[in-house]
């Protein structure tokens, strides 16, 4: 099961914290232990690692491996198992002063199976399988097109990404008639299958090799969508990645846009939906029940102080000591937390709104 959106946040954080950590020396402690694995074999690796560290030829290094070891076996040894996802175990010396101690230790469950079996003593912490647990694992292909433009785009995650834009050159319907009329159509039907053979080898382009893409959506005015599937000539293994034809105004830019909020149904289980609906929520009950919400940092803290609060919404632009300040509020009251991104246009006007508001369970 993919990570939700706090347990993402939650991992985030912590790399953060400790990749922003260096050590002097080499004294820093990072051991993997991948989900399944006899943790009791861990506490002898470590056990042996602190005995090999009587070596060590540096007395202030010497000491601050032996100690981030022995933390690190003290956790170990209270163990019965390994988590279900696995743990990463991290310890060491990170004052930045020589010959202070700054000591930090941390077994961090992460919210996806672990896979590494890793021990490393260093000078930073090795964080790069829980990095890889961040990584975008849903890609979608936007196509949206008509006769005389067409525009190419993904989502990933919850950005959209415009990749190419095409005019098509086809011309409009002739007022002429008889043969002409006729010739005249040939022509710009000759013209809309070239341009829609055009668009499918750039989507072939685009697409064709990205190992993460879930699904093609693809939308536009007008009957133009079921006239690129029937003569574009898209290869079959493209066109059996569409999951879903929308109508909608616009071919542009603009028109991806539409596309993915037209696109609920398709995304439902997409944090850009989700996030887009809460939003969507919060806006609404702003303009109808204005006495049912509260934003900017002193209404909020107010609605929080009064056990008020139902839903509260945090920008990830905000520092993060204000964000953790008001989690902890939050979590006094049992209240439901939600960090927005600054990646759509929702949660952009929400950070221009002071990115800190709350949907309440009473007005105040």
């Given at each position: 099961m993919a990570m939700d959106a706090k347990e993402k946040d939650k991992l985030e954080e912590f790399i953060d914290e400790f990749k922003a950590y260096r050590a002097r020396h080499t004294e820093l402690i990072t051991v993997l232990v991948p989900a399944g694995?006899?943790?009791?074999?861990?506490?002898?690796?470590?056990?042996?690692?602190?005995?090999?560290?009587?070596?060590?030829?540096?007395?202030?290094?010497?000491?601050?491996?032996?100690?981030?070891?022995?933390?690190?076996?003290?956790?170990?040894?209270?163990?019965?198992?390994?988590p279900k996802n696995g743990v990463a175990l991290l310890s060491g010396n990170v004052s930045k002063i020589e010959g202070q101690d700054d000591f930090v230790t941390e077994a961090f469950e992460p919210p996806e199976?672990?896979?590494?079996?890793?021990?490393?003593?260093?000078?930073?912490?090795?964080?790069?399988?829980?990095?890889?647990?961040?990584?975008?694992?849903?890609?979608?292909?936007?196509?949206?097109l008509d006769r005389k433009e067409a525009t190419l785009g993904l989502l990933i995650g919850k950005k959209i990404r415009v990749l190419q834009h095409f005019d098509s050159f086809v011309p409009g319907k002739t007022t002429k008639g008889g043969q002409s009329a006729a010739r005249y159509g040939r022509i710009r039907e000759n013209m809309a299958k070239e341009f829609f053979r055009k668009i499918a080898e750039a989507v072939k382009k685009e697409f064709f090799h990205l190992e993460k893409l879930q699904g093609i959506i693809l939308g536009g005015p007008g009957p133009a969508k079921e006239d690129f599937l029937k003569e574009g000539q898209l290869v079959t293994a493209l066109h059996d990645k569409i999951i879903g034809i929308k109508d909608i105004g616009y071919a542009d830019a603009h028109g991806i846009d539409l596309l993915v909020e037209g696109s609920g149904d398709l995304?439902?289980?997409?944090?850009?939906?989700?996030?887009?609906?809460?939003?969507?929520?919060?806006?609404?009950?702003?303009?109808?029940?204005k006495d049912k919400t509260a934003y900017g940092k002193e209404e909020v803290e107010k609605?929080?102080?009064?056990?008020?609060?139902?839903?509260?919404?945090?920008?990830?632009?905000?520092?993060?000591?204000?964000?953790?300040?008001?989690?902890k509020k939050a979590l006094e009251t049992d209240v439901e937390v939600h960090l927005v991104s600054i990646e759509t246009e929702e949660g952009q006007q929400f950070w221009n709104l002071s990115g800190i508001g709350a949907m309440l369970r009473f007005k105040i």
């Open positions: 694995f006899d943790i009791n074999l861990i506490t002898k690796q470590l056990e042996s690692e602190k005995s090999t560290a009587t070596n060590i030829k540096s007395t202030a290094t010497r000491k601050n491996v032996q100690e981030a070891l022995e933390s690190l076996i003290r956790i170990t040894k209270g163990m019965k198992q390994t199976q672990l896979g590494a079996r890793l021990y490393r003593c260093d000078q930073i912490f090795v964080l790069d399988p829980l990095e890889e647990m961040l990584e975008v694992k849903e890609v979608y292909g936007l196509i949206a995304l439902a289980e997409q944090e850009i939906t989700q996030e887009k609906k809460l939003m969507e929520k919060f806006f609404n009950m702003l303009g109808k029940e609605a929080l102080s009064y056990g008020a609060v139902e839903i509260l919404l945090l920008s990830k632009k905000l520092k993060k000591p204000d964000i953790k300040k008001f989690e």
